[in-house]
């Protein structure tokens, strides 16, 4: 379910309803696996068989840890617990508890977006886990965005509020997810890769729901258990392009240079023998909810078009660009049919310049409605699918032709200045247009539908 201040267009309340219902990453997995007590397969999201293991008579772990956790591990619990002998579930906190503890399942809170002393326990507990495993045993990783606050050791010298630091400045400047998670990779103990060394020799099977643009396994979380391909170098790059490497602490500078000088070791690479019996696998993607989407479009008499889920760049330009799309749709300029639901997902990013409350999606929403400004034959959504947009306690918003119009009532000229302010949020809240939903326990990147009647 869904909250809004005001009434939504009626077939665009229907179809966030049922892109919320489908938001569920553990049935998209049980679609995927099939267990019959002694070997697991493993599907696409087209039904063909992409993996086959088999379990020794060792110990079988499942590991857990991102927004979706307890639906992942919930799903793989009820497929195969009957082999498996101890699970370590990393959750966000404010998340209800779905599961229920016992001697053979840990429950264990942390915090998101940036990581804490919880995260450190939650950390340790894992290495700890991952102890004393030889090639009969197997460690089932199930893996979500949002993992990489969830589960975080920071690398010596560096502290949890140097680290801290680094993180919200990294996301306030504007880098992409892959630019803050190739840092994040080369100042972590468990990132990059690692854990696959602390569970070697065992048999690593991994299992990633996407929130990473173009689904590359190897930024999503961080990339815990898979090999790394970006180097220390690349981390300091990142750092310089944003301006970054006079505000870090300083052991943060240390750290990379130390890794470039060959001082410290670089996160495992491809042909490392610690991956020599690990496999990975998506099990959900953003593209497997916008398809989903589509489909329940075509039903609703719509002409459905998804036209790319790996949008990246500012939220402010994206809003131009996709608003675009929609006002030459209404004009019959576009080979879009109409009635058309122009499905989007991705990350886009914002450069935090002001103090106000907002996030990627508030933020492309209030763009969007003042490009369309007076249109009434056009409307669209934005969320983030993990129900948190940024710094607000909303998941996005909606708008439509009237927003705009609405909002300059209420602001008058103040409505720029607190667009400027990154006040998205407040603007549109006032005006009755953000949707809560509450944690979702799912994480599957920004969905943007856009209808043009």
Not at 314 to 338: M, N, P, R, W
Request: hydrophobic residues 40%; glycine residues 8%.
């Amino acid at each position: 379910m869904f909250i809004t201040g005001k009434k939504m267009p009626s077939l665009l309340s229907e179809l966030l309803k049922y892109s919320l219902e489908r938001l569920d990453i553990g049935k998209m997995m049980e679609e995927k696996l099939m267990f019959d007590g002694i070997s697991l397969s493993v599907k696409n999201f087209k039904g063909e068989i992409v993996g086959n293991h088999s379990f020794g008579k060792g110990k079988v772990k499942l590991i857990s840890f991102g927004k979706a956790a307890q639906s992942m591990a919930t799903a793989v619990i009820r497929i195969m617990g009957s082999i498996v002998s101890e699970s370590l579930v990393v959750y966000p906190k404010e998340q209800n508890i779905l599961l229920k503890e016992d001697p053979k399942v840990k429950i264990i809170p942390s915090t998101h977006p940036v990581p804490s002393e919880l995260s450190v326990n939650a950390s340790r507990k894992i290495r700890t886990a991952l102890e004393g495993l030889n090639q009969e045993d197997t460690v089932l990783f199930l893996i979500s965005g949002g993992g990489s606050s969830l589960v975080e050791e920071p690398m010596p010298p560096i502290t949890l509020e140097e680290l801290v630091k680094t993180y919200s400045l990294l996301l306030n400047s504007g880098a992409d997810i892959k630019e803050i998670n190739t840092v994040r990779k080369h100042l972590s103990l468990v990132k990059g890769g690692r854990l696959s060394q602390y569970a070697y020799p065992a048999q690593i099977i991994s299992f990633y729901a996407s929130d990473v643009p173009g689904n590359e396994i190897s930024f999503i979380a961080s990339g815990p258990t898979v090999p790394d391909q970006t180097t220390y170098l690349d981390a300091y790059n990142v750092l310089k392009f944003y301006g970054l490497e006079d505000k870090v602490p300083e052991s943060v500078l240390k750290v990379i240079k130390n890794g470039i000088s060959g001082e410290l070791p670089e996160t495992p690479k491809p042909g490392n023998p610690v991956f020599s019996r690990a496999a990975s696998y998506l099990v959900a993607t953003p593209y497997e909810l916008a398809l989903s989407l589509k489909r329940k479009s075509i039903e609703l008499g719509l002409n459905s078009y998804i036209i790319t889920t790996r949008i990246e760049g500012e939220s402010s330009e994206a809003a131009k660009v996709l608003s675009s799309i929609a006002l030459d749709t209404k004009s019959g300029l576009t080979d879009f049919k109409k009635p058309a639901l122009i499905i989007v997902a991705g990350e886009t990013s914002v450069r935090v310049r002001g103090k106000g409350i907002g996030g990627r999606a508030t933020e492309l929403v209030l763009w969007f409605a003042k490009e369309i400004s007076g249109n009434e034959s056009i409307s669209m959504f934005a969320i983030d699918t993990d129900g948190k947009d940024g710094s607000s306690d909303a998941a996005g918003a909606f708008a439509d032709g009237n927003t705009w119009v609405e909002l300059k009532e209420i602001f008058g000229s103040e409505i720029i200045r607190r667009l400027k302010d990154n006040d998205a949020f407040s603007v549109l809240d006032k005006g009755g247009y953000t949707i809560r939903t509450g944690p979702t326990g799912s994480n599957l990147n920004n969905l943007i539908c856009i209808l043009v009647e």
